[in-house]
């Protein structure tokens, strides 16, 4: 009987450890960045034949490492305002699930194998990459609770990711590159200050500053609109033929157009509305919308 118990205790152990770990590192949120990486990747490959899967690979588990030291140092240094939120209170530090110290290794490790695995595709990866951490840890996370302007500063790591596999696939941060970050980068804020919208009342608990005018106002809500605007504009760029390398047919110039409209069209909602129904959408509608441009782009790339 001891033993059949002991074996359930690792099983149980094992399965919590992985737990802790995809919380800490914000899976879900770690994995849909490295798809962005990828996407970059496919669409600074000259052709099939130049795609490199060790290349491929090493820049997925990079970005996951990389994105995930980001999240575990912000946790710890979030842990007490964490503890505040209902939405973050069960997170493994905050929780007790896991010591600061614990968690500090952890990103500490991760921050490590990340810039040597970016560094081992090339130096300039691996640049961005630490720009990033240093970013998003140092100055977007103090950030929060001083200033509406954290978004901004935030936007700047979180844009990133998407021109990362340009360089990664090139070795050269050019036009193409500067696009797929003005493009990623404008998403940032109608993204973020939809959430900011709907769980207003839980960053409040906190001392969040998440939203322009640090209310749910009507300011708020056109400042949102006009960056979804800007998001269309930048989205299009490519189709120009001002953008080097990266191009885009007036076919997918139009699907993204479309696309574009579609989160206009709920970025409008929220100013008539103003509800915290209406901003949850938009979020929705904004992940779905920076998934399925990212995958016209590279449609694009490899069909005209």
Known sequence: MKITLNASDKTISARSLFADFTAITKARLAISVVFSSAAGYLLGVSDVYTFSWLTFILLIIGGY???????????????????????????????????????????????????????????????????????????????????????????????????LGWVAATNDFGIEAGTLFLIQFFWQFPHFWAIGWFLFDDYKKAGFFMLPTGKKDKKTALQTILYTIWLILASLLPATGYTGQLHLSWVSAIAVLLLGLWMLVYAVRLYKYMDAASAKKLMLVSVTYISLLQVIYVIDKFIS
Not at 86 to 110: C, E, I, Q, Y
């Open 65 to 163: 490492c990389m994105v995930g030291a980001s999240n575990v140092f912000n946790q710890i240094i979030e842990k007490d305002l964490d503890a505040k939120m209902d939405r973050t209170k069960n997170r493994p530090v905050p929780s007790g699930k896991m010591s600061p110290k614990t968690a500090f290794w952890l990103g500490a490790v991760l921050t490590v194998a990340g810039i040597a695995i970016l560094y081992s595709i090339n130096p300039k990866t691996a640049m961005f990459g630490a720009i990033s951490i240093f970013l998003y840890t140092s100055v977007y996370t103090p950030l929060k609770t001083i200033t509406p302007l954290a978004v901004f500063v935030g936007a700047f790591p979180g844009a990133i990711p998407f021109m």
